[in-house]
């Protein structure tokens, strides 16, 4: 089975109240949004992972979401997670089996 992982983090955080945006609040020295790939990237059973972020960020996206050993798209979010997580859905590799 190919399983993709997708990280809904297409949000401005509004309601975090931030000057920043808040999946790029560092916890503990890292962004939360580099600490939720990470662990994706980590678990053997995720071939790829798809995240959704502010459209801001999907041209030049954080450096800890590009080259890694897993592949990682990166899309645009939406007005709503729904639609961010739709996005992702639409972005996910179809019907892939695991080579490994």
């Keep these: 089975m190919f399983v ?3 990280l809904a983090a297409g949000g401005r955080g509004r309601r975090f109240g931030g000057a920043r945006l ?3 609040v560092e ?3 890292r962004p939360m949004l580099e600490r939720s790939a990470d662990a994706f990237l ?3 059973a995720i071939d790829e992972i798809v995240v959704a972020l502010p459209d801001q960020l999907v041209s030049n996206p954080p450096a800890y979401l590009r080259d890694r050993a897993k592949a ?3 899309v645009g979010g939406g007005e709503r997670r ?3 997580v739709g996005n992702a859905f639409r972005a996910a ?7 490994r």
Excluded: E, M, N
Aim: aromatic share 0%.
């Design 82 to 84: 729904q639609d961010s």
């Design 42 to 44: 980590a678990h053997p």
């Design 22 to 24: 808040k999946q790029l």
């Design 27 to 29: 916890i503990g020295g």
């Design 72 to 74: 990682i798209r990166v």
């Design 4 to 6: 993709t992982a997708i």
């Design 93 to 99: 590799s179809p019907g892939r089996r695991r080579t």
